[in-house]
């Protein structure tokens, strides 16, 4: 079979046996020599298709951008307390209300309310998948290449499980063209600002597949290219402007629960306990554990 691998990626293999285009990328070298098993097991007949939809699904259970902070319950939680109204506030600080109001269901907390909730189930698969941005004034109308990564920038490793490093929100100008959405900085960051916590965390920590991308060879399986100094994955800064609209609802979420707890006549203790928290002091220990999460 035509096919070669180089550290840890997969390539053709020209006629004289030098690195062709290239297929994919793995997050290892030992990953890529399976997939390279897998290549030379392809019988002859099968596309180009075929073998491009097993890349994709290899990646697809390999590889995945992980969060600091996976208490998804509460993310989801915290995605409705915008949600709830004075009176819902107070009848909370009696027992039920707060629990009902949030989606919890008869003061059970959220340890036995949500169960279903897993945080990448309905992830987009790719930035296109968010709609909306063709809608953006400033879609399609630059003619900067949307796949420059701003390499001038200081790349340092990002807040997630994993090899990966980002750009800042901070140094990103609002007029700069994003890579993935093809609008600016500044259209992205309206378009998150009308999502809610639980829906920029999918977006941020589902499969790294839909934040992919290689300017190298956008029609192939899409990966994430290497930053030429630290050799680490770089991830787009598409994903540097979604984690700061979620950084901001996050902490503008638990400091409206620290207000509540403050100026409740209970002390707190009945919001703690809707929250999924036996005391106040665990449930203010997990909001800070939140908090810390999204610091950089």
Known sequence: MPYIRSGKCVYK???DGTLGDKVGCSDSIEKAKQYLKKLYSVE???NMQVIMEGWRGYLSEQKQIGPTYDNVKLLAALSKIDQVDEASWKKGLAGLGLATALGLGGGAGIGSAITSHDGVSKA?????????????????KSDKAGDLMPLDKNWSRSPTVGDYTWVTPDQLDGEFVLPLSNVSVDDYQTHLEKWDIDRLYKLLYGSSGQWSYTKKAPNLPKTFDNHPGSGL???PPDWSVAFDVYKGKVEGATKHVQERINSSEDGGISIAQSLGHQDVESLLGELQRLNDSVQY
């Open 124 to 140: 987009p698969q790719s930035q296109q998948d968010i709609g909306g941005l063709t809608d953006m004034p400033t879609f399609g």
């Open 44 to 46: 002859e007949g099968h």
């Open 13 to 15: 293999k020209n006629t």
């Open 233 to 235: 994955e770089m991830l």
